[in-house]
């Protein structure tokens, strides 16, 4: 990392702490941006947007498909994480969204999981447990 960047990602902390009242609080709070920012990455998204133009931006993100802010983008991100390589319950499905920090009623899960296995980008199999019948969902 070369000294500009170093500098940029110093006072973008310093910018973060700077409302703060001075003491033990800040320092730490200052410390824990730092290394965020050093360790997410040696470019702030801010110079990236702004080194990286529209049209790149705009066919980055049509490649990178679905929004992982909706609903199908954050269950497609289960799968890309190998979630959906053995059969899944929605409740199965609930739990590991709950576990990411994205919390979802079962009857909002379950349309959007249908949705998903329309577009083809999800299977799903009818399953007894028990003496239910369930939804099992799968890669395709």
């Given at each position: 990392?070369?000294?500009?960047?170093?500098?940029?990602?110093?006072?973008?902390?310093?910018?973060?702490?700077?409302?703060?009242?001075?003491?033990?609080l800040?320092?730490?709070?200052?410390?824990?941006?730092l290394?965020?920012?050093?360790?997410?990455?040696?470019?702030?998204?801010?110079?990236?947007?702004?080194?990286?133009?529209?049209?790149?931006?705009?066919?980055?993100?049509?490649?990178?498909?679905?929004?992982?802010?909706?609903?199908?983008?954050?269950?497609?991100?289960?799968?890309?994480?190998?979630?959906?390589?053995?059969?899944?319950?929605?409740?199965?499905?609930?739990?590991?969204?709950?576990?990411?920090?994205?919390?979802?009623p079962?009857?909002?899960?379950?349309?959007?999981?249908?949705?998903?296995?329309?577009?083809?980008?999800?299977?799903?199999?009818?399953?007894?447990?028990?003496?239910?019948?369930?939804?099992?969902?799968?890669?395709p």
């Open positions: 990392m070369d000294a500009k960047k170093l500098i940029e990602l110093r006072k973008q902390a310093e910018k973060a702490v700077a409302e703060m009242p001075d003491g033990e800040k320092v730490k709070a200052f410390e824990v941006i290394s965020h920012l050093l360790g997410s990455s040696p470019v702030s998204e801010t110079t990236k947007g702004a080194q990286e133009s529209r049209p790149a931006r705009a066919a980055r993100t049509k490649a990178e498909g679905t929004s992982a802010k909706s609903i199908g983008g954050r269950i497609l991100v289960l799968g890309d994480e190998g979630f959906f390589k053995t059969q899944k319950t929605i409740g199965e499905v609930r739990e590991e969204l709950k576990a990411h920090g994205w919390h979802y079962l009857t909002t899960l379950s349309g959007r999981l249908q949705s998903l296995v329309q577009q083809k980008k999800l299977r799903r199999e009818r399953a007894s447990q028990g003496n239910k019948k369930i939804w099992k969902y799968s890669n």
